[in-house]
């Protein structure tokens, strides 16, 4: 902002604008202003209406940015003038300036420096003197810009012209304030109007679950997992690659399926793959598919599930697990939009949205060398966190309903209900399984109570007793070694109970058994085929 200059010798023959003059411009500036928000539309009016008062060529306004370092033009009379740019940065000394009360320059040439921006815009437009006023919102409180006369006569403006443009100035800041208040009314309408639309976009999307069997079933009672869906409508819309994490079980396809139904992609395939599930080789013949002869046994060509979810979404469950070799070519997915099946040359396209999901820690991950970072940050796009059961309690009674429903057909015979005691002990539980645990559990009860009320004695022990690591696979250390029998110990049959209850406490994922049992993948899946699990 400027800073008061001195006042040249008055022109002869002026005299002080006059005070009924200027009501009555004020006055019709008013009128004209009652049939629009938006300034700019009447910006010529109200210039044409003040120079009976207060002569000039040009009349200016200059608003200040939110980080109050530059000047943007929001409205001017006349031609466009060549040069002006829409914001112009303020100088060091004008943000030091913290107030001002007016600028006059009587003579531009004479009185800015050479190398002056402002002298520069203003000598190309013949402007030889100027009169700037502040603009403030808020009484005197918020400095919101100027108010500029521009005049191509040099020394047209004195001080007794002050007052009069400081009365136009407040005119002007009263439009302003009221086409503020239109705008955040609008935006705020706008997006009341979006959230509304979001909700009943979620609520669509709940209701249509809710009709599916099985894990697909949406319960959302908690605010937790009433988040996690409205990110899920939020992403949906559009084609954007989203990684789900949370704890195994915890329901991080029932999500993706959610996206896809939500999704322009709805109408395609949705195609699953579990990357821990799979050895290395025959995960990626699975993900890309592979050609005749590829490999021992590749008889005949196979499409892999990159072109079986062509048009729709391929969700990659566990995809922390994956090894180098395909987390390049995943990479290459994402990145190129193409890939080769397993012994071919020919380049595919891949039309998929790809919704991955994990349960590790891929920041570790990468810190060991075990997770590409470029993979990361390429899956990484929009991220989703699944809360765990125990993190949304509200929602373990409402889920032992729908799952006891669903359990009744399967078993032979319905679920009369569960008692008061057992429902206490449901909720007390901590469910490192989740969702998934807990359905396992109710499945479990329902066939011992044999069409009767399930009771606390129904539940596995775990439960019952209300904290993991209780049941047949306890976490923590060794304890001491039993009495041995008199026949002696089947050390197969001990192994096959471990690989088993393993598999029960990890509700079915390998690769947490794998950890629970202190085996690698390939040493789990070779005990799995030789105990016929």
Known sequence: MGENHSVNPPVPGAAPRAADALLAALAEIARAAAGTLEIREIFEKVSAIVGRVLPHDRLALGLLDEERTE????????????????????????????????EIIGDIPAELPPDSPRRQIMSRDGIRSFLRVPIFFEGRWQLAGGLVFLSRTPHLYREEDVPAARFVADQVAILLAHQRLAEEERRGAAAREEAARLKARVERLTEEL??????????????????????AAKVAPTDTTVLLLGESGTGKEVVARAIHRASPRSAGPFAALN??????????????????????????????????????VLFLDEVGETTPAVQAKLLRVLEEREFQRLGGAKVLKADVRIVAATNRDLARAIARGEFREDLYYRLHVFEI????????????????????????????????????????LLLAYPWPGNVRELRNALERAAILCEGGLITAAHLPISVSRGEPGSGPVASGAVGPPPDFPPGGVDLEAVERSYVKGALEKSGGNKSRAARLLGLTRAQLYSRLEKYGL
């Open 71 to 102: 000047v943007q033009i929001h409205a001017l009379t006349g031609p466009p003038i060549d040069g002006l740019p829409d914001r112009i940065r303020l100088t060091p000394a004008e943000l030091d300036r913290r107030e001002w009360d007016y």
């Open 210 to 231: 809710e009709a599916r069997p099985g894990y697909g079933r949406i319960v959302a009672d908690s605010d937790a997992w009433k988040d996690v869906m409205l990110q």
């Open 275 to 312: 990357c821990a599930a799979l050895p290395d080789q025959l995960l990626e013949s699975e993900l890309f598919g592979y050609e005749r002869g590829a490999f021992t046994g590749a008889t005949s060509a196979k499409p892999g599930r990159l072109e079986q979810a062509a048009g729709g």
């Open 385 to 424: 966190r699944l809360p765990p059961l125990r993190e949304r309690r509200e929602d373990v009674l409402p889920l032992t309903e729908v799952f006891l429903a669903e359990v009744g057909p399967a078993i032979g015979r319905p679920v009369p209900g569960i008692s008061r005691e057992a429902r206490e």
